[in-house]
């Protein structure tokens, strides 16, 4: 069949990496990809929230399946447009509908959600402009540290956490009366803070069945040992060793099957992944956040590690047939590092050439996925904050993320950074 995947990061290059290995994937289309999706299939030039463009590309290129990235056209409703139209509703979409995205594009509704389910997760009040006062003095009772978040999507920029009151009042205001996320910030979450190693679950469901796909580890601190500023990603580890065992039978019984059945119980329309945003607290889980799209840079570890037919799990969600599967691993460790341009996560400049990526020296162990890449002319050059993610499989993290590091080592663009202590906590 023929496959249309909207997205255009690292994440879209490994999920065209593994559709591209399915016996079911004839030609695959990338909406609107990077120079990396481009060695898979073809790039076309479509905006992922552009649904009348995609609309035409799927009925002139045959398409009978559509893979969502990312969360954007999730929560803007792609699902529900296909399936109401009348010449795409037989197209099969790996995503939520509207309604099930707002997991991820509500933070107040993910919340209500993890109530009504007895899921555990941190204690919450929600504020807007109408009890702003209210907030107010909810947050200098609050102890310390505290967590704010901006209720909707905010490209991962929207959650603070406060070690003074001050700083977290001067936050409140910002989101909600200065509007800092627009419309995101127009309601506020603030959250108890919870003290642990956070690890991320991932699984795919048609919202009655499901089935685990991998667990990752990622870093999101632009500098070494976890400190500076937050940003998408700096690298990933996989599988994670306090995860596995006791703590992931916890996770299921308390956390992943409560939600799935919630979704059925409340007829949600849910045809696609979830992402599950653990914390582990002295040996218990608890949820941080739902996404409704896998991660990134957790995908460049957990497709590697997957075994199974991607396209063929795509089919079994949607012909509610995933019991019939048998989820395979790879037995070995995943490891991904990703460099990033000079200034990130604040400015940073584009079509910055890099250099290195046709003469690598690199074994069977090392994949190279693009993120924020285009093609210009013979060239490949820079375009976005992450640039490229190396991923690495190793006999343990430390062993990944040192073959990980030698590639990079490779590849040059101007102002190009890495973190060179990814999986730290690990190190054999």
């Known amino acids: 069949m023929n496959i249309l995947l909207l997205g255009s990061g690292g994440r879209e290059h490994a999920l065209s990496w593994k559709m591209v290995q399915s016996k079911f994937c004839t030609q695959l289309f990338i909406a609107p990809g990077n120079a990396g999706t481009a060695q898979y299939g073809t790039n076309v030039n479509i905006s992922v929230n552009d649904f009348e463009a995609q609309k035409k590309c799927c009925l002139e290129n045959n398409i009978a399946m559509v893979v969502v990235g990312p969360e954007d056209p999730l929560v803007k409703g792609v699902y529900d447009f296909y399936q109401q139209d009348e010449a795409l509703k037989n197209i099969i979409v790996i995503g939520p509908s509207a309604y099930g995205a707002q997991l991820e594009g509500s933070k107040a509704f993910s919340k209500k959600f993890m109530q009504r389910h007895n899921i555990p997760t941190a204690a919450y009040a929600e504020f807007d402009a109408t009890n702003f006062s209210a907030g107010k003095q909810y947050i200098a009772q609050h102890s310390l540290p505290i967590v704010l978040k901006a209720d909707g999507l905010a490209a991962g920029k929207g959650v603070v956490i406060c070690t003074t009151h001050d700083e977290a009042?001067?936050?409140?205001?910002?989101?909600?009366?200065?509007?800092q996320f627009g419309d995101a910030s127009s309601r506020v979450v603030i959250e108890q803070f919870l003290d642990g190693i956070e690890a991320s679950v991932f699984v795919l469901t048609d919202g009655k069945e499901y089935k685990i796909i991998g667990h990752a580890k990622d870093y999101k601190r632009i500098g070494e040992g976890d400190t500076g500023l937050n940003t998408g990603g700096m690298g990933c580890v996989s599988p994670v060793?306090?995860?596995?065992?006791?703590?992931?039978?916890?996770?299921?019984?308390?956390?992943?099957?409560p939600t799935i059945n919630g979704l059925a119980k409340e007829n949600i329309n849910y045809h696609g992944f979830v992402f599950f945003g653990l914390i582990n607290v002295n040996g218990e889980p608890f949820t941080i956040e739902y996404n409704?799209?896998?991660?990134?840079?957790?995908t460049e570890v957990v497709m590697p590690l997957l075994k199974n037919d991607l396209v063929e799990l795509f089919l079994a969600t949607h012909h509610s047939?995933?019991?019939?599967?048998?989820?395979?691993?790879?037995?070995?460790t995943c490891a991904t590092v990703v460099a990033v341009s000079g200034g990130y996560p604040g400015d940073y400049k584009k079509n910055i050439e890099i250099t290195g990526l046709s003469n690598l020296k690199i074994t069977q162990d090392s994949i190279v996925f693009h993120a924020g890449t285009k093609q210009v002319n013979e060239s490949v050059v820079t375009n976005g904050g992450r640039v490229l993610a190396v991923t690495s499989f190793g006999e343990n993290i430390t062993d990944a993320v040192q073959k990980s590091k030698a590639v990079l080592e490779q590849i040059h663009f101007d102002g190009m950074?890495?973190?060179?202590?990814?999986?730290y906590e690990f190190e054999q």
């Open 417 to 423: 950074y890495y973190r060179k202590d990814i999986g």
């Open 241 to 257: 060793p306090f995860v596995e065992g006791t703590f992931m039978q916890k996770a299921i019984n308390r956390i992943i099957e």
């Open 321 to 332: 047939e995933l019991h019939k599967i048998n989820i395979t691993f790879d037995e070995r």
């Open 292 to 298: 409704c799209r896998l991660g990134d840079p957790e």
């Open 169 to 179: 009042l001067q936050v409140f205001e910002e989101m909600i009366v200065n509007k």
